[in-house]
């Protein structure tokens, strides 16, 4: 005969109310765009790990898709050709499938044709970390990801989200060389004010780039558009450095050991150090911008 035991009673009923309370509350967990994007590893077909926190640099999509899902797998020809598309500038995709099944999941990237480099699984279905890690409430999900590591758009359609990685690309406003001499430069002309270390604006205007020789040696602060940066203007070095060749496949050479700084088209930053050689073999082809004591040049990385 079975005798009712209150305390069991308790103890179940309380096991469930902080059960269920930990499990509302960490489904209740919300990312918002501003938000650093939890970083995480899944592994591609070939059992090579794939983790998040290694595309620092890049602007990346993260795409989050099942093999059952049709809208999901529709998708997949308007990405493909925006990671052709953009692939070159810095752009990545990395899709991550929520199937239990390998073979499903390999059998569908064939049959897609899903050529970029980075699908990724943990075989754990929406039992996956990632589920709660990332508030999943069903798929298609994705999350376009900055440089730095920030949620910039979340669940963008195939057409707006063409549009956000063609400005941040090619439209957002950067500027370069964050040690200059002479010129301050912008990859899209720019509204900008210069600031001094006592808060005096001393340079304002709209323009592609900025004739700084009249300003004092010293930090400066930048506001362009909806952006503050600081760079230091130093005196013109005496006799400048020169480097050769101006169309390069492996390495630059400094005529004086220097700190450099390269930029691509974009004004983005893509290595600095200081040295006499430069190895640029792992530069993308294309024009990029060395910058030695604040003097810009540009070279061909062919």
Not at 244 to 249: A, F, I, K, Q, T
Not at 257 to 272: A, P, T, V, W
Request: aromatic fraction near 12%.
């Amino acid at each position: 005969m079975y005798v009712f035991d209150m305390k069991n009673l308790l103890a179940v009923v309380l096991y469930l109310i902080v059960t269920v309370g930990l499990r509302a509350e960490s489904s209740n967990i919300q990312l918002a765009i501003g938000d650093k994007a939890p970083d995480f590893t899944v592994t591609d077909p070939m059992g090579k790990p794939i983790t998040l926190s290694t595309f620092r640099g890049k602007l990346v999509l993260v795409n989050f898709w099942t093999s059952a899902c049709m809208p999901c797998r529709v998708d997949h020809p308007a990405l493909y050709k925006m990671y052709n598309t953009y692939k070159t500038f810095g752009f990545d995709v990395i899709s991550v499938s929520l199937d239990t099944k390998k073979d499903q999941w390999t059998q569908a990237i064939r049959s897609d044709q899903i050529t970029w480099p980075n699908n990724g699984i943990d075989l754990q279905g929406w039992n996956s970390k990632l589920v709660s890690l990332y508030n999943l409430k069903g798929t298609p999900s994705s999350f376009l990801i900055s440089e730095e590591g920030v949620i910039l758009q979340i669940n963008q359609d195939e057409i707006a989200l063409e549009q956000t990685v063609h400005y941040l690309i090619f439209d957002q406003p950067r500027f370069y060389p964050v040690v200059a001499s002479d010129k301050i430069y912008f990859n899209v002309i720019s509204k900008y004010s210069i600031v001094d270390g006592n808060g005096k604006t001393v340079l304002k205007g709209r323009a592609k780039e900025i004739a700084i020789d009249v300003l004092l040696p010293g930090e400066y602060t930048l506001t362009y558009e909806t952006k503050s940066d600081r760079f230091l203007k130093v005196r013109p070095a005496t006799p400048p450095v020169t480097f050769y060749p101006s169309r390069v496949e492996d390495v630059v050479t400094l005529s004086t050991e220097s700190d450099y700084y390269i930029y691509n088209q974009r004004g983005k930053l893509e290595m600095k150090g200081n040295g006499t050689t430069i190895d640029v073999s792992k530069l993308p082809l294309g024009v990029y911008y060395l910058s030695v004591n604040g003097n810009v040049q540009s070279f061909f990385k062919k």
